[in-house]
């Protein structure tokens, strides 16, 4: 029982360190749990030991609860309005990946039919958990690539049901090609019927019923009952525990408690999915990993270059050339799901175990990778495609007595509506490319540069502005942006936005026309509007 102690203790003191050390480099938190459960493994020698069993079930259930969240967000409703560019897209870019892997990894690599039908859907995936993240807090996610990419994604995870399925029936050896494939699609068919019949009157049953309890713990415990429950179902039945969850996130998907299941359940889902990721760690030799590295590299890079060559040419079709390189650039990694895939296929002695350590080598290394390239899709982009002025050679505009907008986040974004609204002649200037491209799209004149550099205080005549608005969150950045225009011109008219009192006082000594506070605004606009209301 110590031992035991000592290594949880160990682990989560590492998994903590690594990363906090990660997140100030922009790298998934995945990578920390895989590298943990590498570094434990080797600490403690317990690579490949059957004592880890308990803790690859527990990794299975973090995929299966991976699983059920993916289908909360899968209602039919949202899958009908996004029918043609998830399926179509979607479907095409995983037979399309898949066909040219195929006999890359059959005639060049030497590898037998099965093994390389695996490593063909397998590598066709792209990592939901990290490219889904980087476009939600980017705000990519309305971006026209950024839709493009999660359409493309929401088709790849309903595709690992039929493929973790395919898997299921390959292990059996009776079968041929053409049986396994109609018993995956009857099997499946009878247990998709079952679910959304009685199985769902049973669902919306059991929430109704916690849900007017009025007892957290019992809501909670109702979720858990159901994921488990439709999870052992599906198992029993010969399928895999990922498919249960699926179907019956699908089904809360269509009630009005998505959104608390949802809230939920997400601690449960990142604990699970975290021991899933340390488990992988814990199979990865780091002496092999040093061997083959090279080669590893050279079939990881491989891989990216088909399938973004293959995302581009079918996101060309119908956008433009820059939202399909930022698409393929987003997608072309290999995602976390070929890590269950590869166990599962290991398992059960479909692919051998040497293969199997190979494979999840490549799929960490391509995961390592994958958060630089989301976080500087843009300059990545610029390679190819040339959108916006470097910051130094924005052409100075047209406009006499024009207000300029530092900043293009949740508040600058409302000034220029109303700006707009009004008829007012206004320019936005910001240092996050993702905020220049919607404030194009959204037919505004934004450039991406730093305002504090002189070029850009030239270009965008700073001396004939009628005011500048900073709407910028970071003290030391407003500081940096006032003196700068201040030193430049000493009569501009700054208005800046202010959080508290002590940001106010911060910025007391430059000449600064007016302060707007945030949060004071805010509560006299609620004063006014509760005794507007009460009269």
Not at 101 to 119: E, K, M
Not at 447 to 476: C, D, R, W
Request: glycine content about 4%; some cysteine.
């Amino acid at each position: 029982m110590d031992s035991i102690l000592l290594i949880i203790f160990i682990s989560l003191a590492i998994a903590c360190v690594l990363n906090l050390v990660l997140k100030k480099l922009s790298i998934s938190h995945i990578i920390g749990y895989i590298i943990t459960g590498t570094i434990i493994s080797n600490i403690f020698d317990f690579n490949g030991s059957e004592n880890l069993s308990s803790l690859d079930l527990i990794g299975e259930f973090g995929i299966v609860f991976l699983m059920f969240t993916i289908g909360l967000e899968m209602s039919f409703t949202k899958l009908k309005k996004m029918r043609e560019v998830v399926f179509i897209n979607g479907t095409l870019q995983v037979l399309l990946s898949a066909l040219v892997i195929y006999p890359v990894a059959h005639y060049i690599f030497a590898l037998d039919s099965t093994s390389s039908i695996i490593i063909a859907l397998s590598f066709s995936l792209s990592s939901t958990a990290i490219v889904l993240t980087y476009l939600k807090k980017s705000k990519d996610i309305v971006t026209p690539y950024g839709e493009k990419s999660v359409a493309i994604l929401i088709f790849q995870d309903l595709a690992v049901i039929p493929i973790l399925l395919l898997i299921s029936f390959l292990a059996n050896n009776e079968l041929s090609m053409q049986e396994i494939l109609i018993k995956t699609l009857l099997s499946a068919c009878a247990v998709i019927l079952f679910m959304f019949t009685l199985g769902k009157k049973l669902i919306e049953w059991l929430l109704h019923f916690s849900t007017n309890a009025k007892l957290e713990e019992l809501f909670l415990g109702s979720v858990l009952t159901i994921v488990i429950g439709a999870s052992l179902l599906a198992h029993e039945m010969g399928f895999t525990y990922s498919l249960g969850a699926f179907i019956a996130g699908m089904i809360i998907a269509e009630t009005h408690y998505h959104v608390k299941v949802e809230s939920d359940i997400a601690s449960y889902k990142d604990v699970l999915l975290g021991a899933f990721f340390f488990s992988i760690g814990t199979k990865i030799d780091i002496h092999y990993f040093y061997q083959e590295f090279f080669l590893v590299l050279g079939v990881l890079l491989l891989t990216m270059l088909v399938k973004g060559a293959i995302i581009f040419s079918l996101i060309r079709r119908k956008s433009n050339k820059s939202d399909a390189i930022k698409s393929a650039i987003a997608l072309c990694q290999i995602g976390e799901f070929s890590f269950a895939i590869f166990s599962l296929a290991a398992n059960q002695h479909i692919i051998s175990e040497q293969l199997g350590s190979f494979l999840i080598l490549v799929t960490v290394l391509s995961m390592i990778i994958t958060p630089f390239m989301v976080n500087n899709i843009y300059k990545l982009a610029s390679y190819f495609v040339v959108e916006f002025f470097e910051s130094d050679k924005i052409t100075p505009i047209a406009a006499t007595n024009h207000i300029i907008i530092c900043g293009f986040t949740i508040v600058g974004r409302i000034v220029a509506t109303e700006l707009s609204k009004q008829g007012k002649k206004f320019v936005i200037i910001s240092d996050n490319l993702s905020h220049v491209l919607l404030a194009r799209d959204r037919g505004y004149m934004a450039y991406f540069g730093h305002l504090e550099k002189l070029p850009v205080l030239e270009s965008l005549k700073v001396e004939q502005s009628a005011n500048i608005i900073i709407t910028m969150n970071t003290l030391v950045t407003k500081k940096i942006i006032c003196q700068a225009v201040l030193d430049y011109y000493p009569d501009a008219k700054l208005i800046v936005k202010v959080n508290s009192r002590a940001e106010q006082s911060a910025l007391a000594g430059l000449t600064i026309q007016s302060f707007v506070h945030a949060r004071r605004e805010a509560a006299l606009l609620l004063v006014k509007k509760s005794l507007d209301s009460a009269a």
